[in-house]
């Protein structure tokens, strides 16, 4: 998780997600804003995959409950990520469950009559 003021002294919150990207590309960012750059908001989003933009000043309880939304999300974006790779390790360890071979086609047998 990152978080970040948007305005700072060399660099933008914008340019540090930015860089993140190369190093971690699945952090979870959030940018914190006193001001309505519209133009800098747009190029976070398209550049940066900004999990969501605060306002200041912010109330410390909503960040506190954004931070804990953002980190949900991750571990719920690695539980499906988890899941995926299990099910294409399963499919790779058993392919004759879903490619037919010609002699599985030949006595029309398919992968619901496997399945039953």
């Known amino acids: ?68 939304e953002a980190l949900r999300d991750y571990e719920k974006q690695l539980e499906q990520k988890r899941l995926v790779d299990d099910l294409v390790a399963f499919v790779q360890s058993h392919p004759s469950l879903f490619i037919a071979d010609s002699e599985s086609e030949a006595t029309g047998e398919s992968l619901n009559q496997v399945c039953e």
């Open 1 to 68: 998780l990152i978080v970040t003021d948007q305005r700072m002294p060399g660099m933008t919150g914008t340019d540090v997600l930015r860089e993140s990207m190369k190093t971690s590309p699945n952090t979870v960012r959030i940018i914190l804003t006193g001001y309505a750059d519209t133009d800098a908001l747009i190029d976070a989003i398209n550049t940066s995959r900004v999990y969501k933009f605060v306002s200041k000043p912010w109330d410390p309880m909503q960040l506190k409950q954004t931070i804990e």
